[in-house]
């Protein structure tokens, strides 16, 4: 077998290719997943403005991984690179969603350019572990450079004409005014209710419910947006809207507002749920009830300070995080390490995250929520009444003061202590599994 490039047309270059490029290939894309990571914090350390959050890293990652698995193809087939024709599902997606978020061509180049620089030196040590001698690896380092070059060229000519025609489609379609006109709402912009009705197709007049889902990884062949609208389907359906207004985020997380002529009951919104076997691997953040379009704006804010606070409390899978619910964690946790520190001069050893000082911290918090009632807290715990009295007095012996003193911050930072200290636990929220497949809000 030779290698089919015109690049690597010599004597030695065909025997490198064989000898120590084709199983430097081979090794690409067993470890391909591994060397994305890699590459995603080099381009992120160069790049914070486009990779800052958590769903830009995992989109860039999961194209960065789907080139390399790409290329070690082609170089393990010894194929000619500039024949693409076409760019991978996952590098296809990073374009168009660049084009659709408004980052310019200039910035997207920029990480691909990174992404290359950064592949390139693992490479070179891949490459290093497979040639058996000095002139080798020098060889096959400057067969594997212009083999790698003449693809990255190729695939940056489709990334900006993939780009270019999907920018030109958006900023003429629907989606573009959808998406200016909500922008305009939630910055606070004066917009005439009747002009905003008209370009949402949707009436801003009602009470809307505000809801973010999301995604935290990303699968090559994963119609990640659909997922995403099914579970708010569900959701809207429970509250009695077919018809959501939906606003992708990007390829991982989508807003959305379910609406309502009426007041959306607060048992309707603890009970919401959504079918987790066609949204496999959501979340959903939602805000709280608001009527117009200050409260399209302020739900929306609301849903998104839910999501962090869920995002932190490592909420699993299919759960529904409602901002009344942790409405207190999110006030007190803009400050991350204000509140950090706030729970640890509060709770004092009572803030370890051993399991005997978390199951007495957990006992109090029941305690204090029952009014103090060693009765109704036992229920609660399924615990005999003695074993709650002598957790109290015990938690009570570790903060060294009574329960009525600082009563409120006492209970505030039970509350934040498991968010803060890193060991929320999936079991302390109200999201779980029921036989049919759905899940709750918590």
């Known amino acids: 077998m030779e290698p089919e490039w015109s690049g690597a047309s010599s004597d030695d270059h065909r025997r490198v290719w064989a000898g120590v490029l084709r199983p430097a290939a081979a090794e690409m894309m067993e470890r391909a997943a591994e060397l994305a990571e890699a590459v995603n914090i080099y381009a992120s350390q160069r790049l914070p403005e486009l990779l800052a959050s958590p769903q830009a890293l995992e989109v860039n990652r999961a194209s960065t991984e789907a080139s390399i698995r790409d290329f070690a193809e082609v170089l393990l087939a010894g194929a000619d690179p500039t024949e693409a024709t076409r760019l991978g599902g996952a590098t296809l997606a990073y374009a168009q969603d660049g084009a659709q978020q408004g980052i310019s061509l200039t910035t997207l ?8 620089a950064a592949t390139s030196e693992q490479v070179n040590a891949i490459l290093s572990a497979h040639a058996q001698n000095p002139e080798d690896l020098k ?12 693809y990255v060229d190729t695939a940056l000519c489709l990334v900006e004409e993939v780009y270019t025609v999907e920018r030109d489609r958006w900023i003429r379609s629907a989606a573009a005014s959808q998406a200016e006109t909500i922008d305009a709402i939630l910055a606070g912009q004066p917009i005439d209710a009747d002009v905003a009705t008209r370009r949402l197709r949707h009436e801003v007049g009602r009470v809307h419910v505000a809801a973010i889902a999301w995604l935290e990884s990303h699968e090559e062949g994963r119609d990640t947006q659909a997922m995403l609208e099914a579970a708010i389907r569900d959701l809207a359906a429970m509250v009695g809207n077919q018809k959501p207004l939906v606003q992708p985020l990007g390829i991982l997380s989508t807003a959305a507002w379910i609406s309502s002529h009426s007041d959306v009951p607060s048992k309707v919104l603890d009970e919401l749920r959504f079918r987790t076997a066609l949204a496999p691997g959501v979340r959903v953040a939602i805000g709280e009830p608001a009527r117009g379009l200050a409260g399209f704006r302020t739900s929306h804010c609301e849903a998104l300070e839910a999501q962090r606070v869920a995002v932190m409390a490592g909420r699993p899978v299919g ?3 409602r901002y009344h619910n942790v409405s207190l964690c999110a006030i007190a946790s803009v400050d991350f390490e204000q509140a950090r520190t706030f729970v640890r001069r509060e709770l004092g050893p009572l803030a370890s995250v051993d ?25 609660r715990l399924h615990i005999h009444e003695n074993t709650v009295a002598y957790r109290i007095r015990q938690a009570e012996e570790i903060l060294g003061r009574p329960l009525e003193k600082r009563t409120l911050e006492l209970r505030s930072a039970l509350v934040l202590a498991d968010l803060v200290t890193g060991t929320a636990a999936a079991e302390s929220g109200n999201g779980v599994a029921t036989d049919d497949g759905l899940r709750g809000a918590g």
């Open 109 to 116: 180049m920029r990480s691909y350019r990174l992404g290359h």
């Open 139 to 150: 060889i096959a380092g400057e067969l594997c450079s212009a083999w790698m070059f003449a």
């Open 319 to 321: 759960s529904v995080t």
């Open 355 to 379: 399991e005997t000082t978390r199951r007495l911290a957990a006992t109090l918090r029941a305690y204090l929520d029952e009014n103090c009632s060693r009765g109704r807290t036992a229920k």
